[in-house]
């Protein structure tokens, strides 16, 4: 058995948590994301393929698909069914045991995440990215004018969906606040580690009214206790930093699982970084921006004194 499967056989059945979604009934499901396991497949049929030295053209005219089908299968742009794996894994001849092993990956693949049940009110590329959070070991998240989703409450995030959405009906902001506390179980239950840097002007914005952000402000220093969040602030006499082009995300995955993503959510639209070098860049930035913003300790103290209001934050 290949080294590459045999790792994919020990990551078919991984622990299953479950959560209860607010605003939805009855509505328990895996906290198991698909979106990783169709990644993994994709990479697997490509290597295949390429380890037989066929084209996509030559397997597609095999297996009476049109080219962008199988190009799709690979990118991970659309789903394999478990009938497509199972004429692509023949073609390549692939062992009886091996085949087993994707043939389960292609099942599980194919299965709806949570988030699936918050299709109509969610942007497809956002659904990929909560996808990717849920089965991420960390993700680094550095925010210029908001606090990270993950750190949010339900006022603060109201009033930022809320604001984002105008027109929108109650129940889709509704719909999308519970999306976005329900990500927030796995901070929680330990499963993720979150290292959040803010540049100070998201603490300053006054979102909501004033209780709500001292609500938000008290929440973010509750879940800095915890030992997977780290929270870091970037005072305006930091001067201009690297930070300053814009947010960004860096989800880290187990090194036998998946490859690091860059994700940059902006008004022009999502947009997920795969290259190593630049994945490798906005590491870099990322760890600048660490070295510049103030201690994790002095961020929470400074944005837990109410003194602190209108004056800096200080480096430790």
Do not use: C
């Not at 690979?74 to 894994?89: F, I, N, P, Q, Y």
């Not at 750190?151 to 109650?170: C, D, N, P, W």
């Not at 952000?213 to 206790?225: C, N, R, T, V, W």
């Amino acid at each position: 058995m290949s080294k590459s499967v045999a790792t994919f056989i020990s990551l078919i059945h991984p622990w299953r948590g479950r959560l209860l979604l607010p605003h939805r009934e009855d509505d328990r499901v895996t906290s198991q994301s698909p979106t990783v396991r169709r990644r993994r497949l994709a990479a697997e049929l490509r290597r295949l393929r390429e380890q037989r030295g066929l084209s996509i053209d030559q397997v597609s005219a095999a297996g009476n698909w049109h080219a962008t089908k199988l190009s799709r299968m690979e990118t991970g742009r659309r789903g394999a069914s478990t009938a497509d794996v199972r004429t692509l894994l023949k073609l390549y001849k692939v062992p009886e045991t091996e085949a087993e092993a994707l043939l389960t990956l292609a099942r599980e693949a194919r299965e709806r995440g949570w988030w699936e049940a918050y299709r109509d009110v969610l942007p497809p590329r956002h659904s990929t990215y909560i996808g990717l959070e849920a089965d991420a070991a960390s993700v680094r998240n550095y925010e210029s004018l908001l606090v990270p989703g993950l750190l949010q409450t339900a006022r603060y995030a109201r009033a930022v969906i809320g604001a984002g959405l105008r027109g929108a009906s109650e129940d889709e902001v509704e719909s999308r606040v519970a999306v976005r506390l329900a990500r927030q179980s796995l901070l929680r239950e330990g499963r993720l580690h979150l290292s959040a840097i803010v540049d100070e002007a998201a603490i300053r914005r006054l979102v909501g009214d004033r209780s709500v952000m001292e609500e938000q402000i008290d929440h973010i220093a509750e879940m800095s206790k915890l030992a997977n969040v780290s929270f870091q602030v970037i005072p305006y006499s930091a001067g201009a930093h690297p930070g300053m082009t814009g947010s960004f995300s860096i989800l880290e995955f187990p090194p036998e699982t998946d490859a690091d993503v860059v994700y940059i959510d902006s008004a022009a639209g999502d947009l997920f970084v795969e290259r190593e070098s630049e994945v490798s860049r906005y590491t870099l930035d990322f760890g600048n921006l660490q070295e510049i913003a103030a201690s994790p300790t002095d961020s929470v103290r400074f944005i837990s004194d109410s003194q602190g209001v209108g004056s800096d934050a200080r480096r430790a």
